[in-house]
């Protein structure tokens, strides 16, 4: 009887024993997991700091990083303006000495003179250009220039016209001096304006 009676406080022992293990072992596996999860939120706090200082370093070098862009284009554009204005002074400077060689020229038998054209083209503006020009151009141009100025003189004051012929006859005397140019240079008279190549081609060149 007191044998049954201490294998069962033994078994009651162990039963308790394994009660207070399990427990044990789940206390620790809570205790665990809660600490895996604290350091898994540290870790996650500590990356989000690291992205929004890599963020605000990004943004900061941005604007830097911008406006150097910026220089550089200007750079750039600067460079190509300069380079497109050299250009173009220097086309500028060719035509200019072709035409001063043209005007050195001597005349030939033929030539028209490029002074008389000039010179009569911007005292009487279109009429001008009937020395040198174009028929197609010089004879409506005239007719044009004759009926309106006629038409302008009567009603408008010569206040109003004054500003209008100091520009437009200077303009006519410079269509005079080229007209005589392109004559003497085609030997014939030749348009200034609206040229068709169509119609070139097939007259050879000659325009009247």
């Known amino acids: 009887m007191v044998a049954d009676d201490d294998r069962a406080l033994r078994e009651r022992l162990a039963a308790l024993e394994a009660e207070v293990r399990a427990d044990a072992d789940a206390q620790r596996a809570r205790?665990?997991?809660?600490m895996d999860k604290m350091r898994a939120?540290?870790?996650e706090q500590v990356e989000l700091r690291?992205?929004?200082a890599d963020i605000h370093g990004t943004q900061k070098r941005l604007p830097a990083a911008r406006k150097q862009a910026r220089d550089e284009d200007d750079g750039d554009d600067d460079a190509a303006s300069s380079t497109s204005d050299l250009g173009g002074a220097l086309e500028l400077a060719h035509r200019a000495n072709r035409v001063r060689n043209e005007l050195a020229k001597p005349p030939k038998?033929?030539?028209k003179s490029w002074l008389k054209s000039g010179v009569a083209s911007a005292l009487f503006g279109?009429?001008?250009w009937l020395y040198a020009g174009s028929w197609r151009e010089a004879v409506p141009a005239s007719v044009a220039y004759l009926l309106l100025g006629t038409l302008a003189w009567k009603i408008l004051p010569m206040l109003l016209l004054w500003p209008v012929l100091m520009i437009g006859l200077p303009l006519s005397g410079i269509a005079g001096?080229?007209?005589a140019l392109q004559y003497n240079k085609k030997g014939s008279r030749q348009r200034l304006f609206k040229k068709d190549p169509a119609?070139?081609?097939?007259?050879?060149g000659r325009e009247v």
């Open 199 to 204: 119609k070139q081609l097939k007259s050879g």
């Open 177 to 179: 001096v080229v007209y």
């Open 31 to 34: 205790k665990q997991a809660a």
């Open 41 to 43: 939120q540290q870790q």
């Open 50 to 52: 690291r992205r929004q």
């Open 126 to 128: 279109p009429v001008g």
């Open 109 to 111: 038998q033929g030539d």
